[in-house]
Structures are given as structure tokens and as C-alpha cells.
């Protein structure tokens, strides 16, 4: 693009929808946080998107992930093993004076964090449960129950999630993944989108794994 730079780029500084809730959250950039959103100890990627009434707790989340309304990231776990499973046990503050909040019962629920890596596309409504690692790339269904780690470019759907199909053949999925190209710079993305619109996946490729500007 033969722009100046200054026409091209646009603020990069992430949008937060006045009516969204976050704490402890780091936001990358071109990040966009929506409508009634509630986000806890959250890390979000460059460019990666939560449409409205979504929720996340102990996650991380790559670049370029579109998270579509209403999905859970990091469903609550409840103690099932205890007398009661009701929050009267690990959140007895909300209740009662002087009984705090059970900090072993948070340090078990903060080392079951979600990971999901870079341009991973979370369909609406789908519950993403605790410890879950979803790969690059991967596609979750709309009402997905995702219990177990998704694949890099696999697509997943059902309750629980099972595995659909790939998005690519292993040989291409490996090509995007040396690409990388959800690490080049704003300039050079906005440069390659063009081909992206225009070229079929290999032809992008093989374009692009030889340009180095």
C-alpha cells in the first residue's frame, strides 16, 4: 500500500465498551472488549475481539481471536466434593462478617486457566470449561461444550465437543504456522489483506512465505 503510514493505521489503543466489567486484565492492541462483557484475569491478544454478554476468568488469549456473544470462557468449577457446592463455602464473605474468601479453593481454580492461542474463532454461546488448551487456528461451533484440548485448525462442535474436521491439510496448516503472520507488523498486514480476499490459501502462501518486506 502506497499510503503514508499515518492514513493507514488506525489508534491502536484498545475499545472497551463502557458497560463492560474487567479486573487484572491485559489488553493487547486494536483489542475490543463489547457490550456487558466481564472479563477476570484475562490477557487478550493484538487485534482479538469479545462480542457482547461474554465472560472469561484465568485466561489467555492470542491474537486475532473473534469470541462470538454470550460465550464462557473458564466455566465456573464448583467444590462438588464438599457438603455444599453452593459459593457459601469458597465465597463465605458475600454472607458473613469475618469469614474471608477460601484462598486455596482460588489457587485450584487459577491453575485450571485456559489458553487459547491466535486466530481461534469461538462461536456463539459455546462454554469453554476449565484447564482447556485450544490450538491455533481452531474453530469452536456455536453451544459448544468444549471438556477436553482442541487441536490446532480443527473444527469442534456439539455437547461435549468433538472434532469435525480440519480447516487445512496438515502440510498447509504447517506452512500458516512457520508464516506466522499474526505476528507481522500492522504495515505489513494491511499490505497482505488484498490477497487475503483474493487468493486461495496456498497461492497466499507461496506468495507471501517469499516476501520479506
Known sequence: MDRPENLVLKDPEPRIHP???LKGCKLG???SIGERVILREVSVGDFSYFERHCEAIYTTIGKFC???ANSRINALEHPIERLTQHKVSYRPNEYFRWLGVDTEFRARRQ???VSIGHDVW????AVIMPGVAIGNGAVIGANAVVTHDVAPYMIVAGVPAKPLRRRFSATVA?????????DWTPEKLA???PDMQAMPIEAFL???EENSF
Do not use: F, P
Request: aromatic residues 12%; glycine residues 6%.
Open 122 to 125: 469461538i462461536g456463539h454461546g
Open 29 to 31: 492492541r486494536y483489542a
Open 111 to 113: 491453575a485450571k486457566s
Open 66 to 68: 473473534s469470541i462470538a
Open 206 to 208: 507461496d506468495r507471501w
Open 174 to 182: 504447517a506452512r500458516i504456522e512457520a508464516l506466522a503472520w499474526w
Open 191 to 193: 499490505s497482505a489483506i
Open 19 to 21: 458497560t463492560a466489567e
